[in-house]
């Protein structure tokens, strides 16, 4: 169960993974994801429309901060903290190098996990926050709404997943 990157999105959405079980499986925001992985390796094709695809990860794992689908598709603080524990327990299980925070919301339950206060470490998009044992990374989420209105591009997403494979390679 040991990989390199833990890529933390918020909730399972609606389309995605409550209903097919894998995160950002059949929905949008796994489109950006699964494709960006696949061009830096993590994954083992571009595309995830379905659990049965043959998609396979590589030195990656992908989950989300909460673990049910919340209303508005936004986590509230308390079903963060609620479901912190599950974060936690993977975060021990997976010991990666690197994790990905996919928001703010992500970025502060990570934080909330590793008992950083969340005042020390502001997200910011690519931002890296050198930790004692492992670097987090931020990014914006990639959703729908944020590549339509271009808060997040496809080439912003590329260059954050880059980093984090060159981090994780050696080469910087």
Do not use: W
Request: with cysteine; net charge positive; proline share 5%.
């Amino acid at each position: 169960m040991r990989a390199g990157l833990l890529v933390v999105g918020l909730a399972p959405g609606l389309h995605g993974a409550n209903r097919t079980g894998r995160p950002f499986t059949g929905d949008h925001a796994g489109i950006l994801l699964y494709k960006t992985l696949h061009g830096q390796g993590f994954a083992s094709h571009e595309g995830s429309a379905d659990p049965n695809d043959g998609l396979e990860l590589r030195g990656c794992r992908v989950t989300n901060a909460v673990k049910c689908l919340p209303p508005a598709n936004k986590p509230l603080p308390d079903e963060v903290r609620r479901c912190n524990r599950y974060l936690a327990a993977e975060i021990a299980a997976v010991r990666p190098r690197a994790i990905l925070a996919l928001s703010a919301i992500a970025h502060r339950a990570v934080l909330m996990t590793l008992g950083i206060a969340p005042g020390k470490l502001r997200f910011a998009h690519h931002a890296v926050h050198e930790l004692s044992t492992l670097r987090l990374f931020d990014s914006y989420h990639c959703s729908r709404y944020n590549t339509q209105t271009k808060r997040l591009t496809e080439g912003m997403f590329e260059a954050v997943i880059r980093d984090i494979a060159t981090f994780l390679r050696g080469t910087r």
